[in-house]
């Protein structure tokens, strides 16, 4: 039975560095309140023009992650690619970050799964390793939110916590026992779908009509989150699928090594934590430093945290996410 491990993690942060005092310039917003409710110092936005786009962050961060597994691009036989904000509308990035590595006619599979899209992207890469389809497949979260966020007061509620970046990592198959991915779990309800969701454009409010009322005061184009709303449900949700990950696997929480949830909220971090009786060294956070990067949190904070040695060989390690759908999952891995 074929298991996949990571063999390689890479990630990718644009330079410019937009800190809470920034913010303060062009919203009615204080660094205390984005500190005291977020835990978020500074966050990384794109500068228009530099050339980097979701694909672009992408693929370097994927450059990265490929060295680190000893392979060259030519070495992947598929590309998952995680974001909720595509370079386009389509095609998605997937198949861009194929054409800029310069690899051959593989496959390529774009997931719409917002804050939980990389953990989702694991899953789907662990079932093609298992069936014993392919041997390395590349697993990308990248977003650009700096770009579509409503920077002035009306948005702030949103536009303080999301940055810009991208992670990487290379799933390779093992025949190994008990290394790698031993299980995930995958869960949504729909029914919230519009709690956390950015509306416009949509096929509802066609192309003609859009521009035809073009209206600079239509707030459909920028994200709306029900804060209070998706704040209770993550904090439930986030331990309901850590637990369910653990029980699968027969793990106790006190035998995590390394949590790294979602870096949705650091307040969120620190009530699961607490909740589920975990220590300071056994949770990484880097919202502090980066905000929310959706699809990329995750695949960002475990390349710092293996960078750190933070994550080490036989280490237990849990993935967690919730986000826009509602959607939410986890894996949990044993460090290879
Ligand atoms: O990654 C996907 C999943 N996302 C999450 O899990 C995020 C979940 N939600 C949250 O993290 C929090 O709800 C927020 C950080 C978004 C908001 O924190 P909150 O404590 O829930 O604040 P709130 O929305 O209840 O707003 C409290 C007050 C309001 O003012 P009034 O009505 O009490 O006068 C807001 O207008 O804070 C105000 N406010 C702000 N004030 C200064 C909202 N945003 C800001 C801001 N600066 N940026």
């Not at 979260?141 to 509620?157: A, F, I, Q, V």
Request: aromatic share 8%; hydrophobic share 40%; proline share 4%.
């Amino acid at each position: 039975m074929y298991h996949s491990v990571i063999a390689g993690i890479g990630h990718y942060l644009p330079d410019n560095i937009v800190t809470n005092s920034d913010l303060e310039k062009l919203m009615d917003t204080t660094s205390d309140w984005i500190v005291e409710r977020t835990g978020i110092e500074e966050r990384r936005h794109v500068v228009k023009g530099s050339g980097d786009s979701p694909s672009t962050m992408g693929t370097k961060a994927s450059r990265i992650a490929i060295e680190k597994a000893g392979l060259t691009p030519d070495d992947i036989d598929f590309i998952i690619f995680a974001t909720l904000s595509p370079d386009y509308y389509f095609p998605g990035p997937g198949v861009m970050v194929q054409d800029q590595l310069g690899i051959k006619e593989i496959g390529a599979l774009d997931i719409r799964n917002q804050c939980s899209g990389f953990v989702y992207s694991l899953s789907v890469a662990d079932q093609f390793i298992k069936s014993g389809m392919y041997q390395n497949i590349l697993v990308i979260g990248s977003e650009l939110h700096s770009g579509g966020l409503d920077m002035s007061t009306k948005g702030r509620n949103v536009s303080v916590i999301f940055g810009d970046g991208a992670g990487a990592v290379v799933i390779q198959r093992t025949e190994k026992e008990a290394v790698g991915i031993l299980s995930t779990h995958l869960h949504s309800e729909g029914k919230y779908a519009e709690e956390l969701a950015l509306i416009g454009p949509n096929t509802g409010r066609w192309v003609p009509e859009i521009i035809a009322n073009a209206n600079s005061e239509d707030l459909s184009y920028y994200p709306y989150m029900n804060g209070n709303f998706v704040f209770k449900h993550a904090v439930t949700r986030f331990s309901e699928v850590i637990i369910e990950a653990l029980q699968a696997n027969n793990f106790q929480p006190s035998e995590i090594d390394l949590l790294i949830p979602h870096q949705a909220n650091l307040r969120i971090s620190q009530f699961i934590q607490k909740k589920m009786g975990l220590g300071e060294h056994q949770v990484f956070n880097n919202i502090m430093k980066y905000g929310n990067t959706t699809a990329a949190s995750i695949p960002i904070a475990l390349s710092e945290a293996f960078d750190q040695g933070k994550v080490k060989s036989g280490d237990l390690v849990c993935l967690a996410a919730f986000g826009s759908g509602f959607t939410w999952a986890s894996a949990l891995l044993k460090w290879q």
